[in-house]
Nanobody
Framework: QVQLVESGGGLVQPGGSLRLSCAVS??????????MGWYRQAPGEQRELVGSISGGGETNYPSSVKGRFAISRDNNKKAMYLQMNSLKPEDTAVYYC????????????WGQGTQVTVSP
């Protein structure tokens, strides 16, 4: 059974930085070829994609975070990271990770997520 565990969230002032981690446990064949994504969900909002990384390391971001967020992965550790810089109050949300299928949809049950709060 695959489990996703996010960590690294916290309270940070506007303009600050955080680095989130996603640890994947369980059996995933050929982990290194799977695309992965970071998502977030703010109170009262739908979960949204904040970036993705292909098996080959190509990344994509929506305009709302482009230039501020950066995703990386370590296939040996079955881990993914989200470096968040120049944080804004609107980045406040619970952040989740998942593996994406060929259609771009998340594959596994969501983990607990990690809370990011950006506030003075």
């Amino acid at each position: 059974q695959v489990q996703l565990v996010e960590s690294g969230g916290g309270l940070v002032q506007p303009g600050g930085s955080l680095r989130l981690s996603c640890a994947v446990s369980g059996t995933i064949f050929n982990f290194n070829i799977h695309a992965m994504g970071w998502y977030r969900q703010a109170p009262g909002e739908q979960r949204e994609l904040v970036g993705s990384i292909s098996g080959g390391g190509e990344t994509n971001y929506p305009s709302s975070v482009k230039g501020r967020f950066a995703i990386s992965r370590d296939n040996n550790k079955k881990a993914m990271y989200l470096q968040m810089n120049s944080l804004k109050p609107e980045d406040t949300a619970v952040y989740y990770c998942n593996i994406r299928n060929v259609g771009g949809l998340p594959v596994y049950h969501w983990g607990q997520g990690t809370q990011v709060t950006v506030s003075p």
